[in-house]
């Protein structure tokens, strides 16, 4: 008879309790399709006397989830406490020194870490595999490290934190302001305990850097991720967006071009009638295109007890079935340092600014961006308020520092008050 594989579980919060839960309601069909039994032997949490409403009085308990790593009784560390340094990663460090495998949620960890990570697994002999780190409940790690081995990726795009989307996709169902809906998700338990790892698109950003590492054979550079999350855009912006056939999406874009490795994370308009367009709430979606498959989009839950713990289970049973997959999908050693793109791929941009309501105002902001060589595709005005006139420009294709260029000079003309969003267009 084959031996069972051994977890020892360290974080019993929403995820950790959730891997639970599913270990023991479906013991026989994980065993069946795993091919051995899969066994919780031990766990780890800060409380020892929290409700967890589960079942744990048969696994024995360690205040240290280290000294859980260290355990001679377990085979694999499923690390679910969170946090890039810290307990997650001594645990992990541990885990990996005493020959265990490792499987793991957390995106922020891998972000920083990834690297020097999957090389001391590599060194190890073990490996460590994070499914749920990135868009919870859909098998996007699996698709880009297995199913879509084959081909050549040319993008990787998504939205990848559902917090961002829920916020965005009340504001524009309901017309409700910013900070109205992003206490709305701070009271249904989305937002990470810093909040700005969500709204600030560092979430996002994470999952973007981890998914770029495999899909482009790079060791992971989240540093180099352009990030820029949501918290400046208004009602106003929303619904000038869908007058023009657009939403607005916290969208992540991962692609290598010639000049090197383009990823960023910004809140985009993108079609309204694309997938991406459509993605509502919470909802996760991730979009790859290779040169053999063409394009595929993946959908799902993004977060949540039983989203991610599906995805830790995706990988348990792997590795109790012996499949030991390089953690992004190639020796750590032979991924390439990422060199990142010094500029991202032109495209149009639209531009919200508020102007004031006097003669040769706009003619101004036409003429700084001309001088920037920037065109305008599309301009209107937006009614009237006291002295200012909310004024909507759409460019034609140009780069993001031009851009940023023109918007600092613009921001500079006495006619221009406050400052202005610009969202790029995207080619979904
Ligand atoms: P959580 O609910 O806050 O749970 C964290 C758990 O870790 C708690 O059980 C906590 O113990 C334990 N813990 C924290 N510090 C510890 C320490 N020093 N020693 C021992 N235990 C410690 O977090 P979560 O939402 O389950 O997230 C876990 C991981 O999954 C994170 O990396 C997160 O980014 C990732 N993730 C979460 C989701 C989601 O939907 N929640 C989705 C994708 C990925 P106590 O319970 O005793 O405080
Ligand atoms: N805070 C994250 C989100 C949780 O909203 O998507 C899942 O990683």
Not at 3 to 12: F, N, V
Not at 200 to 221: E, P, R
Not at 377 to 398: C, F
Request: charged content about 20%; aromatic content about 4%.
């Amino acid at each position: 008879m084959t031996t069972p594989i051994r977890l020892g579980i360290a974080g019993l919060g929403t995820v950790g309790a959730g891997v639970v839960k599913i270990v023991q309601r479906h013991a026989a069909m994980i065993e069946a399709r795993a091919g051995r039994a899969v066994d919780i032997t031990a766990v780890s949490a800060r409380s020892r006397d929290k409700d967890r409403g589960v079942r744990l009085s048969a696994y024995a308990w360690e205040d240290d989830p280290v000294a859980l790593a260290r355990r001679d009784d377990i085979d694999v560390l499923v690390e679910l406490m969170g946090g890039t340094d810290g307990p997650a990663k001594a645990a992990t460090e541990a885990a990996l020194d005493t020959g265990k495998d490792v499987v793991t949620a957390n995106k922020a960890m891998l972000a920083v870490h990834g690297q020097h990570l999957a090389a001391m697994a590599e060194d190890t002999g073990r490996t460590i595999r994070f499914e749920a780190a990135v868009a919870g409940g859909i098998p996007i790690v699996k698709s880009l490290t297995e199913g879509l081995a084959g081909n050549d990726v040319r993008r990787v795009m998504g939205v990848m934190n559902g917090t961002c989307n829920y916020i965005l996709t009340r504001m524009e169902n309901e017309r409700l302001p910013y900070e109205e809906v992003f206490e709305d998700a701070r009271k249904l338990g989305y937002l990470e305990a810093d909040p700005n790892l969500d709204v600030g698109g560092i979430d996002a950003g994470h999952k973007l850097s981890l998914l770029a590492a495999i899909a482009f054979g790079t060791k992971v550079n989240f540093p180099a991720v352009e990030l820029e999350g949501i918290g400046n855009i208004t009602t106003g912006d929303i619904e000038q967006a869908a007058d023009m056939g657009f939403r607005v999406k916290l969208l992540g874009v991962a692609q290598m071009t010639g000049r090197g490795l383009e990823q960023r994370m910004s809140p985009c308009l993108v079609p309204a009638q694309s997938p991406l367009g459509q993605l509502e709430n919470a909802t996760n979606m991730v979009v790859v295109e290779g040169d053999a498959v063409g394009q595929v989009v993946l959908r799902g839950a993004g977060a949540g007890e039983g989203p991610t713990a599906s995805a830790v289970m995706s990988d348990v049973i792997d590795i109790a079935r012996g499949i030991r997959v390089a953690p992004f999908g190639q020796p750590a050693s032979q991924l390439a340092d990422a060199v990142a793109a010094n500029s991202s791929t032109p495209a149009p941009y639209y531009m919200r600014l508020s102007l004031a309501d006097k003669p040769g105002a706009l003619a101004k902001v036409a003429t700084t961006l001309g001088e920037a060589g920037i065109s305008i595709d599309r301009m209107r005005q937006y009614g009237h308020m006291a002295t200012t006139a909310p004024v909507l420009i759409v460019t034609h294709k140009t780069g993001r520092s031009a851009l940023k260029d023109a918007v600092a000079k613009i921001e500079g003309l006495d006619v221009v008050k406050g400052p202005i969003v610009s969202l790029r267009i995207e080619d979904v």
